[in-house]
């Protein structure tokens, strides 16, 4: 996984400078990397908290990041539903992140790198506390991402409400546990009942929204190329058609829609429409099928995006 994300990072980074709604999810993407980096499986976690200074502030970096990540990851759905993403929006998870930042210190001897610091301090009630704002965190943005999807719950967006429900509830089975630790309930470094439901609803249930956002994201590259490739067809057929009443679209005004395959590929079908209805050229059965499947495309694309549907 840690592979993957650093090719799609790379692979992505032209993309998300040229354009501003491919970034949140290119920042998912790299805050995913370093989030990987900060649990142990790239680099073990007291070589990597010895960097910063062995004083397992890598585990402040371990909630802070799948956070950050998180909270991208609900813009770049948003951006992929037709929503734009709420206003202020950094600053509120800038300050998400300082009040992780704020109890994370509060936290007493916070000791030297201890790869089970975590359960280790959560006799104290600071490190509950932090706990406790780091699940609600998590829990909040989730929950933003079932109910901005909830009117569209079929298909992929049914994965993400199941992942977002199924790592709420982890987040509350992950505060259940830290308060067990903190009544003396269950001691640190046990996994009992909450602990286990933790593991199987909270890490899984955020998988399954990432693995859902990939789906989307290949949906879409797989009828972007598609309308590329109409457009292209519908190019070399009006070309075919030059001197004949037909305008050239392939060298000037195909080249100024480049970045919309689609109104490409519109502009193209009603251009050689016009050509046989006005010009009174005809067709030959080859474009006259393209032309026939390209508009049944259209038409099915604007009822998709009809109101209610």
């Not at 990939?214 to 292209?232: E, H, M, P």
């Not at 060298?251 to 209805?277: C, F, H, T, W």
Request: aromatic share 10%.
């Amino acid at each position: 996984m840690f592979g993957a994300l650093c090719v799609l990072v790379l692979a992505r980074a032209p993309v998300a400078f040229r354009r501003p709604m491919a970034r949140p999810a290119w920042f998912a993407s790299v805050l995913g990397v370093l989030g990987l980096l900060s649990i142990g499986v790239v680099i073990p976690i007291p070589v990597a908290d010895s960097w910063l200074g062995g004083t397992n502030i890598l585990h402040l970096l371990r909630t802070g990041l799948p956070v950050a990540a998180f909270w991208f990851l609900r813009d770049a759905v948003a951006l992929q539903v037709g929503r734009q993403p709420r206003r202020g929006g950094i600053l509120i998870l800038c300050a998400m992140l300082v009040a992780q930042v704020v109890v994370f210190f509060q936290i007493p001897s916070l000791g030297r790198s201890d790869i089970g610091f975590v359960d280790k301090h959560m006799i104290y009630v600071e490190g509950f506390v932090w706990a406790v704002v780091y699940a609600a965190q998590v829990v909040g943005i989730a929950l933003a991402v079932v109910v901005l999807l909830w009117p569209m719950r079929r298909g992929i967006y049914a994965t993400f409400i199941i992942g977002g429900l199924a790592t709420a509830c982890g987040g509350v089975a992950l505060v259940v546990h830290c308060g067990q630790i903190l009544a003396g309930v269950e001691f640190p470094g046990a996994g009992g009942i909450a602990w286990v439901l933790f593991l199987t609803l909270f890490y899984p249930g955020i998988l399954t929204m990432v693995l859902g956002f990939v789906a989307i994201t290949l949906r879409d590259l797989f009828r972007v190329s598609g309308w590329k490739l109409s457009r292209y067809r519908l190019a070399r057929a009006l070309a075919g058609y030059e001197g004949r009443g037909a305008t050239s679209v392939s060298s000037v005004e195909m080249k100024s829609l480049e970045d919309n395959p689609v109104l490409g590929a519109y502009r193209a079908a009603i251009q050689l429409r016009d050509l046989e209805s006005l010009e009174g050229v005809s067709l030959n059965q080859r474009d006259t099928r393209l032309l026939a499947a390209v508009e049944r495309r259209i038409a099915a694309s604007h009822l998709s995006m009809a109101p209610g549907q």
